[in-house]
């Protein structure tokens, strides 16, 4: 059974960075074709691509935010991790993990974490 | 960027009725390998999305066969034959086959 749990700060303050984890089972990132990507969606707004890692460890941005985006995994603890710097109210919002198949498909995705960035 | 544009942003169906929603590109989804990767998902309030369909016309595993997708190049279609109320929330559709990978602002279908 694949799941993915996103975990995070809650809160924190402009200027600052947040960290974000994606802790996941019943997959390897390490098993051919697998990537998992982070999105997210501000209140009653749309979705958001932020980026992607893959099983190779290769790795994408989307380059509204690229320069503040930094994606890694760790393949032993099947965690995938994405940091975002100099947070701004912008970056409020539920962020979502979810796991891209060989084939294309998003077939799994995480409950999200609701994340507040508030002074 | 790709922008996709889906119509009508609201949709409101009654129980057994078929709908249908668009998705077109500002370019062709169509990839060098001959895939087009365009999905459809669905966010029911306050959940997660979850995913209905890939490569336009494949149904992930568990989805319903009253959701189909259809299309090619720039103009995409998910149709639901038959809505029922769990349908309800609103449907995006997304493309990787160009880098960034982007959403549609979404389409929320309401149940009379």
């Known amino acids: 059974q694949v799941t993915l749990k996103e975990s995070g700060p809650g809160i924190l303050q402009p200027s600052q960075t947040l960290s974000l984890t994606c802790s996941f089972s019943g997959f390897s990132l390490s098993t051919s074709g697998i990537c998992v990507s982070w999105i997210r969606q501000p209140s009653g707004k749309g979705l958001e691509w932020l980026a992607t890692i893959c099983w190779e460890d290769s790795k994408g941005y989307n380059p509204s935010l690229k320069n503040r985006l930094t994606i890694s995994k760790d393949t032993s603890n099947n965690q995938a991790f994405l940091k975002i710097t100099s947070v701004d109210t912008a970056d409020t919002a539920i962020y979502y993990c979810a796991r891209r198949a060989l084939v294309g498909n998003f077939d799994y995705w995480g409950q999200g974490v609701m994340v507040t960035v508030s002074s | ?112």
């Open chain 2, 1 to 112: 960027d790709v922008v996709l544009t889906q119509t009508p942003p609201t949709l409101l169906a009654t129980i057994g009725q078929s709908v249908s929603i668009s998705c077109r590109s500002s370019q062709s989804l169509l990839h060098s390998n001959g895939n087009t990767y365009l999905n459809w998902l669905l966010q029911r309030t306050g959940q997660s999305p979850q995913p209905l369909i890939y490569l336009v016309s494949k149904l992930e595993s568990g989805v319903p066969n009253r959701f189909s997708g259809s299309g090619s190049g720039t103009d995409f279609t998910l149709k639901i034959s038959g809505v029922e109320a769990e349908d309800l929330g609103v449907y995006y559709c997304m493309q990787f086959t160009h880098y960034p990978l982007t959403f549609g602002s979404g389409t929320k279908l309401e149940i009379k």
